[in-house]
């Protein structure tokens, strides 16, 4: 079935340090593919998203290219700051036998960056 | 704009017992999903609503879930006799149509712990 594998965690960094959060992906079809995050004590919320090959996602200083050769949606950040620290979710959506477009996630990727 | 609203925030229970969550949408969104989340994974749906009718509930352990979103707006998801395996965050989602190019907004969850 359709699946996402994403890089285990925690992930300790200094701040200003270079990210890197691996995602890979399996599916039938044609996916649109999705970060999303989760800081303390609040609920899931969008990050970004890439509905086609090669589009690129962004948004807070944080990018992720949709490669359909290698099935991959990593998720890069080139100087993370503290308030970066949430829990990032990798997801796929695609069409369900019911019609409905089913979003499936990824395990999840705790980040925490320290001062 | 109000986000999506549920409760109760933590429900602590004995196993065999039974439980409900209540979710109110996001006003105008005609899709309402429920997740669940089970410490260390990412969410996975339950049951997807389109208005009142449901759309995709082939992941809901029907013996002991139900949910119902009576015209088309809250929603609650009930769960009766508990088990321990049941313990998880329960979330609730809505989106505008349900459709790949509409964002899914979270709420904040409901922590269920079942003893």
């Known amino acids: 079935g359709d699946s996402v594998t994403q890089m285990e965690g925690p992930v300790t960094l200094s701040e200003e340090a270079f990210l890197t959060i691996n995602c890979t992906y399996t599916?039938?079809?044609?996916?649109?593919l999705f970060w999303y995050v989760q800081y303390p004590g609040e609920g899931l919320q969008l990050l970004l998203k890439a509905t086609k090959a090669d589009d690129k996602g962004s948004n807070k200083g944080f990018e992720a290219t949709y490669r359909k050769e290698t099935t991959s949606f990593h998720l890069e950040k080139g100087s993370v700051q503290v308030s970066d620290s949430a829990v990032y979710f990798c997801?796929?959506?695609?069409?369900?036998?019911?019609?409905?477009?089913?979003?499936?996630f990824g395990t999840g990727t705790r980040l925490t960056i320290i001062p | 704009e109000a986000g999506v609203a549920q409760s109760p925030r933590y429900k602590i229970i004995e196993k065999r017992q039974s439980v409900a969550f209540w979710c109110n949408p996001i006003s105008g969104h005609a899709t309402l999903y429920w997740y669940q989340q089970i410490l260390g994974q990412g969410p996975k749906l339950l049951i997807q609503f389109q208005n009142n009718g449901v759309v995709d509930d082939s992941q809901l352990p029907k013996d002991r879930f139900s949910a119902e979103r009576l015209k088309g707006v809250d929603s609650t998801l009930k769960i009766q006799p508990a088990k321990l395996e049941d313990s998880a965050v329960y979330l609730c989602?809505?989106?505008?149509?349900?459709?790949?190019?509409?964002?899914?907004?979270f709420g904040p969850g409901t922590r269920l712990t079942v003893l």
């Open positions: 599916a039938t079809g044609y996916p649109s």
């Open positions: 989602a809505s989106s505008l149509e349900g459709l790949v190019r509409d964002t899914q907004y």
């Open positions: 997801a796929l959506s695609i069409a369900s036998n019911f019609g409905n477009e089913k979003l499936t």
